[in-house]
């Protein structure tokens, strides 16, 4: 069992920075892939960026590629989603979630561990 919950999520202008956080306890933090998922109210979640056990492996949906960076620190147990240039389309609930597979995967329901999820609004 692995337990996840964010931080860092807040209210902030277009084009304005947050750094999400995703703590966690449990079974060995680094045995996992790491992604983070987003849901805006009426949409399905879509994946935003994951990363491998090691930090050497990241992906990241097009949408956000170039002002999102996902990082690892897996001697705190932790993953960050450090987002920049945020617009009124990042506007979401994040979430993160933990995945045993051999590979870093875009799809939700290859998750093993979901955290709660943390809110993101960005106003213009």
């Known amino acids: 069992q692995v337990q996840l919950v964010e931080s860092g999520g807040g209210l902030v202008q277009v084009g304005g920075s947050l750094r999400l956080s995703c703590a966690a306890s449990?079974?060995?933090?680094?045995?996992?892939?790491i992604g983070w998922f987003r849901q805006a109210p009426g949409k399905e979640r879509e994946f935003v960026a994951a990363?491998?056990?090691?930090?050497?492996?990241?992906k990241y949906a097009d949408a956000v590629k170039g002002r999102f960076t996902i990082s690892r620190d897996n001697a705190e147990n932790k993953v960050y989603l450090q987002m920049n240039g945020l617009k009124p389309e990042d506007t979401a609930v994040y979430s993160c979630?933990?995945?045993?597979?051999?590979?870093?995967?875009?799809?939700?329901?290859?998750?093993?561990?979901w955290g709660q999820g943390t809110q993101v609004t960005v106003s213009s």
């Open positions: 979630a933990a995945s045993s597979l051999l590979s870093v995967t875009t799809t939700p329901r290859l998750y093993d561990y």
């Open positions: 449990g079974r060995t933090f680094s045995n996992y892939r």
């Open positions: 990363i491998s056990r090691s930090g050497g492996v990241t």
